[in-house]
């Protein structure tokens, strides 16, 4: 039995890591490498009610391996994505959004490295 996600582009998904949730728009699967290409859109993080969002929609785009991420259901997402899509983007790079999103992903790969 295949158990691999099987993600459409456009489709929402979620990259979790501790207290904090990735959302990204996704672009392609890579079948071949196992890879998602996806242009994140959001990182909210849960340490305090409401979540604090972060507006990622000026970020870089990133391959991952598919298998870290699940599909966002649409009750957990809508409400966070609201938050963001009233904003318009900002024309210059958002330097501390950035900086968020890299600490994200450098404590999640450090995370997974550790538990192999």
């Known amino acids: 039995m295949d158990t691999r996600p099987e993600f459409q582009p456009g489709q929402i998904v ?3 890591y501790g207290d904090k949730n990735l959302y990204a728009e996704v672009i392609e699967v890579v079948v071949s ?3 998602c290409w996806v242009r994140p859109l959001l990182l909210a993080n849960h340490t305090q009610e409401p ?4 507006d990622l929609r000026d970020a870089s785009d990133l391959l991952w391996p598919i298998q870290l991420f699940r599909p966002a259901l649409d009750t957990e997402v809508i409400t966070l994505l609201s938050q963001v899509l009233v904003k318009e983007p900002k024309g210059e790079p958002d330097l501390i959004a950035k900086q968020q999103l890299h600490q994200f992903i450098q404590q999640m790969w450090q995370g997974r490295k550790s538990e192999v």
């Open 14 to 16: 979620s990259l979790e």
């Open 33 to 35: 490498r196992q890879l």
């Open 51 to 54: 979540p604090l969002i972060t």
